[in-house]
Antibody, heavy 120, light 111 residues
Framework: QVGLQESGPGLVKPSETLSLTCSIS????????WSWVRQPPGKGLEWVGY???????HYSPSLKSRVTISVDTSLTQISLTLTSVTAADTAVYYC??????????????WGQGILVTVSS | QSVLTQPPSASGTPGQRVTISCSGS????????VYWYQRLPGTAPKLLIY???QRPSGVPDRFSGSKSGTSASLAISGLRSDDEADYFC????????????FGGGTKVTVL
């Protein structure tokens, strides 16, 4: 069973940078897409973007100027960085395996999610 | 406002059949596979249906998916108390260089 666990600060100040990590167990980063998906309170889910093991990334059109998804050197964690945050970035952030380019690359495993609040 | 439209809630008594709709457009549901997920409170979302109608191993056949045109549906038959959860649909959208889109989620309550 693939395990995904999100971690990071639960509170970020406006205009600062949100940084989250997804720790992966029982799976290799190689050969898979790894995505971040978020859900603001009371709203639907929003795909943030994906990282493919070859280094290719693809981001949501609405977030691409502020977001970076990468893998750490240990090759066991995926990171999300979102710059210049506002209250609108308050959400539960999920990491998931899948979500690549096209309808065949679906999400098959998800983490439990982490709530990040943007507030001063 | 989610790209895919789902009813916010649905309910039924044990043993009943409940159907959840997911409505989109030609750029998403109309041309791509639909996926359904179950999210129990405080847990990670779980894949229920993939490629419109397929069930992963371990998912009971009480759960079934269908699609017609730009709409898809998830049916839960023989409703059980442990089916009480949020259900959401997902698919790829071919617009704006391509991206994944989701429904707003449907809370199923077992009365």
């Amino acid at each position: 069973q693939v395990g995904l666990q999100e971690s990071g600060p639960g509170l970020v100040k406006p205009s600062e940078t949100l940084s989250l990590t997804c720790s992966i167990s029982n799976a290799s980063i190689s050969g898979s897409h790894w995505s971040w998906v978020r859900q603001p309170p009371g709203k639907g889910l929003e795909w943030v973007g994906y990282f493919y093991s070859s280094g290719i990334t693809h981001y949501s059109p609405s977030l691409k100027s502020r977001v970076t998804i990468s893998v750490d050197t240990s090759l066991t964690q995926i990171s999300l960085t979102l710059t210049s945050v506002t209250a609108a970035d308050t959400a539960v952030y999920y990491c998931a395996r899948g979500g690549g380019y096209g309808d065949h690359f679906y999400f098959d495993y998800w983490g439990q999610g982490i709530l990040v609040t943007v507030s001063s | 406002q989610s790209v895919l439209t789902q009813p916010p809630s649905a309910s039924g008594t044990p043993g009943q059949r409940v159907t959840i709709s997911c409505s989109g457009s030609n750029s998403n549901i109309g041309g791509n596979f639909v996926y359904w997920y179950q999210r129990l409170p405080g847990t990670a979302p779980k894949l229920l249906i993939y490629k419109d109608i397929q069930r992963p191993s371990g998912v009971p056949d009480r759960f079934s998916g269908s699609k017609s045109g730009t709409s898809a549906s998830l049916a839960i038959s023989g409703l059980r108390s442990d089916d009480e959860a949020d259900y959401f649909c997902a698919t790829w959208d071919d617009g704006l260089r391509g991206y994944w889109v989701f429904g707003g989620g449907t809370k199923v309550t077992v009365l």
